[in-house]
């Protein structure tokens, strides 16, 4: 084993909020086209076949539940990535993209807290406790609720630019489709 840096627990605690945002943010915007959609559901699929057999441990109370979730789940977007009419597949895709978008935003206001509870026991320090401490040297309220802050902030520009993005892009492509065909002259 390995000691983590500051600066490198720091980037670990920032990694989830931050990461989510931006990802969604290009999801949504890479996903403009059917065939657009078919290839990133497929990629996430794989992506997360992947996470399934090399990242997910089983643990002795829970078996390999999370294995077989995760395996299940990606099975589950391949199918709709092949099977589904292309609207459906657009829809689907923009549906993960948002998600993933306003969860980043929804997620931060745990971090309001200086420690983390699950189901009503503290359970530690959260990720912005994490990142105060590694970048400021102190978990008081302040330095907790500013990294809460800079990562709320983030992710709703990040959604914010996202949307005006996908938006010029899909009036764009109407423009182009609507535009009326040269008409030979008789």
């Known amino acids: 084993m390995w000691a983590i840096s500051a600066p490198g627990t720091a980037a670990i605690a920032a990694a989830g909020y931050m990461g989510t945002a931006l990802w969604g943010a290009v999801l949504l915007v890479a996903t403009p086209t059917a065939k657009a959609a078919r290839i990133a559901l497929l990629v996430i699929a794989g992506l997360m076949l992947v996470t399934a057999m090399l990242a997910i441990v089983p643990t002795p109370e829970e078996g390999h539940f999370g294995e077989w979730a995760v395996a299940a789940i990606a099975v589950g977007l391949a199918v709709c990535a092949i099977v589904l009419p292309p609207r459906a597949r657009v829809f689907g895709a923009h549906f993960i993209a948002a998600q993933a978008c306003i969860n980043a935003v929804l997620d931060i206001r745990v971090l309001l807290r200086p420690m983390q509870a699950v189901n009503g026991v503290l359970s530690g320090n959260s990720d ?18 500013f990294w809460a802050i ?3 902030v983030w992710s709703l520009a990040v959604l914010f630019a996202a949307l005006r993005l996908s938006g010029r892009l899909s009036e764009s492509r109407a423009r182009r489709s609507a535009a009326p065909a040269a008409v030979p002259m008789a």
């Open 128 to 145: 912005a406790t994490s990142m105060a401490k590694n970048t400021f040297g102190v978990k008081t309220t302040w330095a907790v609720w």
């Open 150 to 152: 800079v990562w709320l």
